[in-house]
């Protein structure tokens, strides 16, 4: 027992003790400012390096403003950069890494495109006449700005300062383009994908890919993103005539520049997989401060509020695959420690189905402190997520001086130098100095060094073994192919009666950006619905459906004729108000524009398949048209009964001259709610049964006439000899299989099913009869899903006392 027990104890601290993976990011950023790739020897330093490091991916940086670093580029060379000449550095790099199991990503500058003053003496401007700001930046002829459509940079409205220059325009050195410029967008865009197809790349790392920070207040707002064309489109989308600029902290302006730079990622990421499904796309993205301690604090995040870059959103999304947060603190500052800590916390707990590997600023600590920042960023955090490694910025500069450094060994607060390249590798490999003499961390607490071990990089699941597929597609205008923009796309999965795959989402709703695109990513495989609400409100439906196959981009371009055929009207579950899907024998709701001429409202069964002039025919897949029951008809609404003997599958709905595609599944739960919209209280009773077999029923709401709604009533779960059932209506899951596959939840407990099916008076209305827990008591307003066949509900709401 002493042996077994003592093998336990060895077995913890083993555990607790830093591991040793197999499969971890590390990684450096080679910034070109500072490292030079202008021959072949020059990329055999670098991967020397990499190697004597034990790291295994290099972000290179090959587009810094507009220029390249690699040969067969739709841009030029840099200025003033001494390459060989013939010699590619990126080619060169790619199969020097390659043949030492080296990740190349290419890391690419998105904002800022120019550095330089064209107004200086002498002018400094890019000596490529063919450079993005010589053709959209500054006008050298006119020696001025260029204006209108023609004029790619961002600016801010602030006047000019020490800091900001050229009306706005330039921030600090820098010009930025804006990506909310369609041509701008669809330029750098063009860019990236050409070089994705012509290197044989791992990665492609966005940098810089948000609007920049020289301004703002989390309250006031952010004055950056006001290019011209922009703020025209911003305007036309929400039909604003105003001739004044929009306010800083307009929330639509705000989430306006939040979805350009959104919508250029995902455009990015859809394309690139497309041409190489197994390319990683990364981003360094913005950490500014301490990271969030909460869910709710992410919109006080510099990185959502001042520079609009959501990347937690790329990152639930699926749009990206690596994040690499620049999460630059100095160790041995004491009020840096936890501002590293808590956003460590926040990214672990915050990858989604994607990966982290955290970025630290290598160059701003002691050798010392970035040992003990490496154990921190990839040590498990509290929920015990974990992250894929970490990147050091940068490789030229891997550490700094720091006096009276208070992580100095073996005593603290000793002055410790900067050292070189290789103490640096050593202290990752060994924990020591090259010559062994220096101890770069306590040996005691740590035995084995950060780096003791080869690792090789991640494999990720999802390109290597994917269960999902993707979407893509852009919506012009069928003779001129002008861009759709601002255009709300629905992309829904066609029921085929049965269950949906176990990954992948059902559902998405994306916008178009200004060039057309839309997207979507990680759909269950199957066939899709396309549908299209431009900004004049009505609805267009892709004529066909489109096929989704695991780990493929299935491309859907749509052109709109010149006035296509918009259905007028949504269809939806009349409980759940979901477009999803709806089921045969189910109730559905249609709400547009003049569907009837009056009011009608059906007072006998069978159901009239026509009133005050409406009618609703349904073509389900097997091509067989069907007249649906109505129940009630108005100018704006239509509720009917959706046809028992309709086939599964994609259909088609008309009333009048208007069609819409739908979704027919097996099953598609909705439960009634009291206010008609699919949320709040439940339309429900309570059935309170007593010890002798007696029962009473009991409403669970009433009206409020001044909130104009009805709210819940407490439902008293009574005295221990008492059981009360909850009886609740819906539609959409009387063929459901056995009522096994019925599970009801109650404020996350679980309430046994006693029935799910037909309520046998009302054509389509379904009834769910559940058993209350007693470990209810208490909990006062509490939420009810259903789960039908893995078909989920919407959720509605009940009060227990």
Known sequence: MKKLYCGILTLFFSLCAYGQPTAQYRGFWVDTFNTALNNHNDVVKVISECRAARCNALF?????????????????????????????????LIREAHTNAIEVHAFVIIGAIWNGNPTATPPRLPEDPRHAFNQHGFNANTGKLYEGRDNWLTRTLLPDDSTISFNGH?????????LGHPDAAAYTHDVLLHLVRNYDLDGLHLDRIRYPDFSGTLNGGVSSGYNETSVARFKRRYGITDAAPPATNDARWQQWRRDQVTNFVRSVYLNAIAIKPRIVISAATIVYGGGPTTEAAWANAEAYWRVFQDWRAWMEEGILDLNVPMNYKREHT????????????????????RVTAHGLGVYLNSIEGTLRQIRKAVAPSARGNLSSGVVFFS???????????????????RDTPRRSFAEFAAALTTGKSVDGATLYEDTAANPNAVFAQVASAPVLSWKANPMTGHLMGKVLAETSLIPFDSVEVTITRAGDGTPHP??????????????????????????????????????????????????????ADIRLPANPLFSSFTTVSAASYSERAVAPGSMAAGFGANLASMVGVANSLPLPVELAGASVSIADSRGVIHRAGLFFVSPNQINFLIPDEAALGFARIGIGRGVLNLNLDRV??????????????????????????????EA???????????????IDLGSANEQVFLILYGTGFKRRSDL?????????????????????????????????????????????????DGFPSNAVQIRIK
Request: charged share 15%; aromatic share 8%; net charge negative.
């Open 700 to 714: 669970i709401a009433q009206f409020d006439a001044a909130q104009n709604r009805f709210v819940p009533l407490a």
């Open 668 to 697: 598609a739960p909705g439960l009634f709610s009291a206010n008609g919209n699919g949320q709040g209280v439940a339309v429900a009773f309570a059935r309170r049964v007593k010890a002798d077999g007696s029962f009473v029923n």
């Open 395 to 413: 490789h030229a500069n891997t550490n700094e001086a720091v006096t009276a450094n208070p992580l100095s060994l073996p005593t603290a607060n």
């Open 334 to 353: 004491a009020s840096n420690v936890p501002l590293l800590d808590t956003w460590a916390e926040y990214l672990k707990n915050h990858s989604y189905d």
């Open 740 to 788: 096994a596959q019925v599970q009801a939840h109650l404020g996350g407990l679980s309430a046994e099913v006693l029935y799910a099916g037909a309520q046998g008076e009302l054509a389509g209305l379904d009834q769910l009869n559940l058993l209350l827990p007693r470990a209810l008591a208490g909990r006062g307003d509490v939420t009810v899903t259903l789960m039908a």
């Open 170 to 178: 330039r921030l600090g050195n820098d010009f930025w383009i804006d």
């Open 60 to 92: 290179v940086q090959v587009r810094r403003r507009g220029d390249s670093w690699y040969r067969n580029s739709l841009e030029p060379l840099a200025d003033r950069t001494p390459i060989e000449a013939g010699f590619d550095p990126l080619a060169d």
């Open 502 to 555: 176990v990954r992948g989402r059902l559902q998405v709703k994306t916008p178009t950006d200004g060039n057309g695109f839309y997207g979507a990513v990680d759909l269950a495989p199957g066939q899709y619905v396309v549908a299209f609400t431009p900004m004049s409100g009505v609805r267009f439906n892709a004529p066909s459906l489109f096929t989704i196959e695991t780990g493929r981009v299935t491309e």
